[in-house]
Structure formats: structure tokens, C-alpha cells
């Protein structure tokens, strides 16, 4: 199958457009009516642009209300079908998108809308050009695809055929079992969309929320999988309509079209029970976190990781970098090095996690579906933890994620660092477990950061939650693998005046505004950090008041959670989820202790207007209220 994207799915003029397009590695495009309007170039100016780019034009579109139009109004459509079909010479395409009609004046005639189809299909024909009608989800007479079948099979022109749109069909629910009925030689073309499954009016729904394959809710792998299954070979190609497309960068929206469609592919392949075309997506979990800290010369990084609970165990052998413990498999790296990758990013970014490293199977099989999914690689970082071979992938933020396998880690923290510790003991309170990472990103990036994750390692992605911020609302997902050994969580805001609006700001972009840490005993880490002079988010007193009313808890459990300014919350199933939060340094990063009971898997949504309330309250620490422990 050809790889297409239609311009209209990305912003910029229609030029800008284009020169995305060929950088992300696409072949063909569609060209949208409104872009080509609005371009000041001639269609003879687009063809040979194309051409240099090396992109084929596989449609002009749309020509909408074509069909069941009477006098008149039926002489002036045809007359403007041959002025596009001027046009399509001039640009250098052959294949003109009709969509349904939406006019109240059109007749729904079956008869009727197959004559037209078949004189502008002889008139076509004469010019060597053929015609492709799409079925509109909100036609006015024509929004079923198999309706659309049957109008091109009674037509019976080589000229003339249809395109199927995953979007219209599927957003109407109509079976992917229908693909089957269909020849694939009378489909000229099959536009890609996916979506967020939403109870909606269909024009909105699909004018604003329609996203890459893989980013929403629909069926777009079965889909793309019947396709296969019938024999269609032409062009898959992206039409997709979005606010934050609009608003994003083209390069970016482009790079992902092209990601989305390489992962479908494999998918669809995979889902008939074929070898896919690249190493299927590898079980993942988290092994290790690296901060940048070479700005930090009070110590405020080692402070805090010293303060919640984990232990130094180790200084590498050759350079400024340090091993924290939170548990026999809780590896935190601490990197002081200037002129180093983490330097660089702390320097742009300031303190925070610049990396993490994940276990997979095969790390050389994780670094190729990487780089087949147009990712970019360090097939080996100077800021290498190990001499091995260790290739990393750089996020849409720009942070690092290492890939470690067996090989790899054997012998890893011992063979680089002098262990202080042969044998972790956790402090008093026990040991600290990876729960969870948050990730503030730009409310345009957002579907570009799920893409990135989902199509790589094997995880999957919640729904959405919105979280009330005093600011303003934000947007939230998490991404999970099937254990829960790597919990990451998406969060974005449109507006400028949420926390997370000003993490982006004072972050300069997306990045990890905290590392939740699991703990068996959050009383006894509340009380650790206290004695250890952390600074704790205070939480006010009204919040444990109304806690107490929701679940009848007792006054003494009640009194306890105050007194130690931890969040609670439950789940209908019994689940029980304790949170407490430090305060944040250089308005950026923070630390969340968590405790789970009886298998809760939330994130205490519940609770994160007040947490919010409470950090914008506080107001964001600096340096000067941290000091060395």
C-alpha cells in the first residue's frame, strides 16, 4: 500500500505543507481543494513541485454536491467538474474525490444519482481522468459506504469508483465485515482516521477530534486488516481534521502521520497472522531514572532522593555520576556531569529527569522498531552508563529513553560504579518501588507523545480524564503495560494559566514534572521525610473534613492522614490509593509517594483539584528552601 496524507491534516500554507510531507518520509499526498486555493501556486507551479519533492498526487479534493441535482443546477455541477478536471491535468492527477451530497435541493433517486455518476464518469474518461465518490457519515441520501458500492457497480465504468473512509464508517458503526463484500479493484482510494470515541454530532465529531491511526478509539486495525484480507494494494492514505493539528507544527504532525501508518500496517499484518513488518512491540518496565543535576552545586536533587528514603550506593568509577537505591531494583542515577547529554538538557531544562532506561527482551529488536517507526536513535550515547553497546531513543520533549535487555544489565551497576553497599538495606519504613512518571506536555504535542509510547513498547492507554486546576482544565491519560512495571501519565492544558502551563513555560516544553515512588507504608515515609526536614505540600483542613463524610472513615484514620497531609482515595471495588506530595523545586520537578491496597490502579484523580489548589497556594519553592541532607 502507498503512503498518502492529505494536506488538509496539517497547518501551514500549502507549500510548507508539502516540504513536511517529503521530509517525513511520505510518497504521495492529497491535494485539498481550500489548500490549493488559497496557494499562490499555479497547478502547473504544484505539479513540478511535487515532482522535485518526489511526491505523486493521488487526488484533488473534494467536489462536493454533485449528484441528484436537476436543470440548471445539474448543468452548472457538470460544468464545474470540467473546470476541475482542467485543473487536474494542470496539477498532474488523475482522480477527482466526489463526496455524498448534503443539499437539500438534491434528490435521493438511486436512479437518478447512478446516471450522473455515469455521464461524469464517460466525461472523464474522455480525459483519461476517473472519479472516486466517498459516502459522507452526515450525507444528506448517501452516508453508508455499501450504499456507495452499489452505485459504482451499477455504473459499471472502469472510470468510475469509490473511496472508503474509516472515519464515515466507522463512526456510524457500520460492520468492518462489510469490506468483505466489496472489489477491491473498484476501490481507487482509502483515507485513514482514526478518533476518541465520543457521543457527538458526527460533523463536529470528525471536523475537530479525527486523529492519527492509533491515537483514538476506533477499529482502525480491523479495518486496515480487511483491506489486506480482500487483496486492496493502493493508497492508504491520512485525511484528518483536528484543532491541535492546526495549531501544531507540520514537521511534527507529518513525522507522526507517517509513524501512525507504519504501525497500523504491522498491526493489521500481525492481526491476520502474519510476520509483521518490523520487531513486534516489546514488553517493557522500568529499570532506571537518571536526573540532571549539573547545575545543582547545594545538593538539592541528592537531598530530597535522601530525604524520601533512598540510598547512595555508589559513585561511578570515571565520571561525576552517582547511584541512588530505592530498592534492590529501584535504580536512580544522579548526573552531575557539564559537558555531557545530561548536562546539555539541564542546562536547557534545568533539574529534572533528562532519561530513563526500560528492560526489554532485545534491546538491538527495540532500537530497530524504533528506528523503523522514524524515531531518533543513539546507537550509542556519550553518556553511556555502560562500554556495551546501549542504544537510546530521544522523546518528543527531547529526554532520553535507554534500552536495556539481560545482556545489558547483567553486571551493569556493579561493573560501572563502586558500590558503597553490597547488600541494599532500605531505611526504616521499607522499600521504594517505581509507581508511576507524569509528564507535562504541550497541549498540541499530547497526541504525538501517545503515538510515541504506544507505538513503540507494549502498552496501552487509558481513558482520558479531565483534572480541574484552579487555571483551568486539564487533560490527562495514562499509559500502562499489563503488570504495571511502567506507568507513565500524559497531561496537558490549553490554557496559560494552569500548572501545567507553567511547568511548560519555566521547563522551555514537555518534560517529567514528578516520579511517584511506591511505598508498603506511607505513614512511616511521611514521618521519615518530616524528621528529615522535606518540605511537604500542605494540604488544607476542609478537604479532610469532606473525606471523612464521602467514606465514613473514623476519626482517628482521618486525623492521621492531616496530620501528615496525605490524599486518600477509593475505589468502588474496595481499592485503597494514599498519596503525599513534596513541594517543587525551581518551579519544575516534585516527588509523590503513593501507597496501593487491594489492586486500585487509578492515579487518585479525586484528589488532584486540591493537590492543585494546594501547589498553586504554596506557590513553587526555589532552591533557597532546600538544602543538603
Keep these: 500500500?502507498?503512503?498518502?496524507?492529505?494536506?488538509?491534516?496539517?497547518?501551514?500554507?500549502?507549500?510548507?505543507?508539502?516540504?513536511?510531507?517529503?521530509?517525513?518520509?511520505?510518497?504521495?499526498?492529497?491535494?485539498?481543494?481550500?489548500?490549493?486555493?488559497?496557494?499562490?501556486?499555479?497547478?502547473?507551479?504544484?505539479?513540478?513541485?511535487?515532482?522535485?519533492?518526489?511526491?505523486?498526487?493521488?487526488?484533488?479534493?473534494?467536489?462536493?454536491?454533485?449528484?441528484?441535482?436537476?436543470?440548471?443546477?445539474?448543468?452548472?455541477?457538470?460544468?464545474?467538474?470540467?473546470?476541475?478536471?482542467?485543473?487536474?491535468?494542470?496539477?498532474?492527477t488523475d482522480l477527482l474525490l466526489v463526496c455524498s451530497s448534503t443539499l437539500e435541493v438534491a434528490s435521493g433517486d438511486h436512479a437518478r444519482i447512478v446516471a450522473d455518476f455515469r455521464e461524469l464518469g464517460e466525461r472523464a474518461a474522455t480525459r483519461g481522468l476517473c472519479i472516486a465518490y466517498e459516502?459522507?457519515?452526515?450525507?444528506?441520501?448517501?452516508?453508508?459506504?455499501?450504499?456507495?458500492?452499489?452505485?459504482?457497480?451499477?455504473?459499471?465504468?472502469?472510470?468510475?469508483?469509490m473511496v472508503l473512509d474509516s472515519f464515515h464508517s466507522l463512526s456510524r458503526k457500520i460492520p468492518v465485515s462489510s469490506l468483505e463484500n466489496i472489489d477491491p479493484q473498484s476501490i481507487f482510494l482509502v483515507q485513514m482516521a482514526d478518533a476518541p470515541i465520543m457521543d457527538m454530532d458526527l460533523l463536529q465529531w470528525s471536523r475537530h477530534f479525527r486523529c492519527m491511526p492509533l491515537q483514538g478509539g476506533l477499529p482502525v486495525t480491523e479495518w486496515v486488516a480487511a483491506l489486506m484480507q480482500i487483496g486492496y494494494q493502493g493508497p492508504l492514505s491520512l485525511e484528518i481534521f483536528n484543532d491541535r493539528f492546526r495549531a501544531g507544527l507540520s514537521k511534527t504532525i507529518a513525522v507522526d502521520g507517517r509513524r501512525s501508518l507504519i504501525a497500523l500496517r504491522d498491526d493489521a499484518s500481525r492481526l491476520l497472522g502474519e510476520d509483521g513488518m518490523l520487531p513486534p512491540r516489546p514488553p517493557?518496565?522500568?529499570?532506571?531514572?537518571?536526573?540532571?543535576?549539573?547545575?545543582?552545586?547545594e545538593g538539592v536533587v541528592e537531598g530530597m532522593l535522601q530525604a524520601i528514603g533512598l540510598r547512595k550506593v555508589g559513585r561511578h568509577r570515571h565520571r561525576?555520576?552517582?547511584?541512588?537505591?530505592?530498592?534492590?531494583?529501584?535504580?536512580?542515577?544522579?548526573?552531575?556531569?557539564?559537558?555531557?547529554?545530561?548536562?546539555?538538557?539541564?542546562?536547557?531544562?534545568?533539574?529534572?529527569?533528562?532519561?530513563?532506561?526500560?528492560?526489554?527482551?532485545?534491546?538491538?529488536?527495540?532500537?530497530?522498531?524504533?528506528?523503523?517507526?522514524?524515531?531518533?536513535?543513539?546507537?550509542?550515547?556519550?553518556?553511556?552508563?555502560?562500554?556495551?553497546?546501549?542504544?537510546?531513543?530521544?522523546?518528543?520533549?527531547?529526554?532520553?529513553?535507554?534500552?536495556?535487555?539481560?545482556?545489558?544489565?547483567?553486571?551493569?551497576?556493579?561493573?560501572?560504579?563502586?558500590?558503597?553497599?553490597?547488600?541494599?538495606?532500605?531505611?526504616?519504613?521499607g522499600s521504594l518501588f517505581f509507581d508511576h512518571l507524569a509528564t507535562?506536555?504541550?497541549?498540541?504535542?499530547?497526541?504525538?507523545?501517545?503515538?510515541?509510547?504506544?507505538?513503540?513498547?507494549?502498552?496501552?492507554?487509558?481513558?482520558?480524564?479531565?483534572?480541574?486546576?484552579?487555571?483551568?482544565?486539564?487533560?490527562?491519560?495514562?499509559?500502562?503495560?499489563?503488570?504495571g512495571s511502567l506507568r507513565l501519565t500524559l497531561n496537558g492544558a490549553l490554557g496559560t494559566r494552569t500548572l501545567a502551563s507553567r511547568f511548560e513555560r519555566h521547563f522551555l516544553g514537555s518534560g517529567y514534572q514528578h516520579?511517584?515512588?511506591?511505598?508498603?507504608?506511607?505513614?512511616?515515609?511521611?514521618?521519615?521525610?518530616?524528621?528529615?526536614?522535606?518540605?511537604?505540600?500542605?494540604?488544607?483542613?476542609?478537604?479532610?473534613?469532606?473525606l471523612q463524610a464521602r467514606f465514613g472513615l473514623d476519626d482517628a484514620f482521618v486525623a492521621r492522614l492531616a496530620a501528615h497531609n496525605i490524599l486518600y482515595d477509593r475505589d468502588a471495588g474496595g481499592g485503597e490509593f494514599f498519596q503525599v506530595f513534596s513541594r517543587a523545586i525551581d518551579r519544575i520537578f516534585f516527588f509523590e509517594i503513593v501507597q496501593r491496597e487491594n489492586?486500585?490502579?487509578?492515579?487518585?484523580?479525586?484528589?488532584?483539584?486540591?493537590?492543585?489548589?494546594?501547589?498553586?497556594?504554596?506557590?513553587y519553592a526555589s532552591n533557597t528552601d532546600w538544602f543538603p541532607i
Design 599 to 619: 489492586s486500585y490502579n487509578g492515579y487518585g484523580a479525586a484528589n488532584t483539584q486540591v493537590r492543585l489548589t494546594a501547589q498553586r497556594r504554596a506557590g
Design 1 to 92: 500500500m502507498l503512503d498518502s496524507i492529505a494536506t488538509v491534516s496539517l497547518s501551514g500554507t500549502l507549500r510548507e505543507k508539502l516540504e513536511a510531507i517529503a521530509d517525513a518520509g511520505f510518497t504521495a499526498a492529497e491535494i485539498f481543494e481550500n489548500d490549493f486555493v488559497a496557494s499562490d501556486l499555479s497547478a502547473v507551479d504544484l505539479r513540478l513541485l511535487m515532482m522535485d519533492l518526489g511526491l505523486r498526487n493521488v487526488v484533488y479534493q473534494p467536489f462536493r454536491d454533485f449528484e441528484g441535482l436537476s436543470g440548471d443546477a445539474r448543468i452548472r455541477a457538470f460544468d464545474r467538474a470540467e473546470r476541475k478536471f482542467d485543473l487536474m491535468q494542470a496539477m498532474g
Design 284 to 297: 517493557v518496565e522500568l529499570t532506571f531514572v537518571e536526573f540532571s543535576a549539573a547545575q545543582d552545586a
Design 135 to 161: 459516502a459522507l457519515a452526515w450525507g444528506r441520501y448517501v452516508n453508508d459506504h455499501r450504499v456507495v458500492a452499489r452505485i459504482v457497480q451499477q455504473v459499471g465504468l472502469p472510470s468510475v469508483g
Design 515 to 546: 516520579l511517584a515512588l511506591r511505598t508498603d507504608d506511607i505513614f512511616a515515609c511521611a514521618i521519615r521525610m518530616k524528621r528529615a526536614g522535606l518540605p511537604i505540600l500542605v494540604i488544607a483542613r476542609n478537604y479532610y473534613d469532606d
Design 440 to 483: 507535562i506536555v504541550r497541549y498540541d504535542e499530547f497526541l504525538s507523545w501517545l503515538l510515541f509510547w504506544t507505538s513503540l513498547f507494549d502498552l496501552r492507554a487509558c481513558q482520558e480524564v479531565d483534572l480541574i486546576d484552579p487555571g483551568g482544565v486539564v487533560q490527562s491519560q495514562a499509559l500502562e503495560n499489563n503488570d
Design 320 to 429: 561525576a555520576v552517582d547511584l541512588w537505591q530505592g530498592s534492590e531494583n529501584t535504580h536512580v542515577v544522579v548526573n552531575r556531569e557539564s559537558h555531557s547529554l545530561a548536562g546539555s538538557f539541564g542546562l536547557m531544562h534545568g533539574q529534572g529527569i533528562c532519561a530513563i532506561g526500560v528492560r526489554v527482551p532485545n534491546r538491538a529488536d527495540a532500537a530497530q522498531r524504533a528506528k523503523a517507526l522514524g524515531m531518533s536513535i543513539l546507537e550509542d550515547p556519550a553518556d553511556n552508563l555502560s562500554r556495551r553497546a546501549i542504544p537510546a531513543v530521544r522523546t518528543v520533549g527531547g529526554s532520553l529513553v535507554y534500552f536495556l535487555d539481560d545482556d545489558a544489565l547483567d553486571g551493569l551497576w556493579q561493573r560501572e560504579f563502586e558500590i558503597e553497599m553490597t547488600h541494599f538495606s532500605p531505611v526504616a519504613g
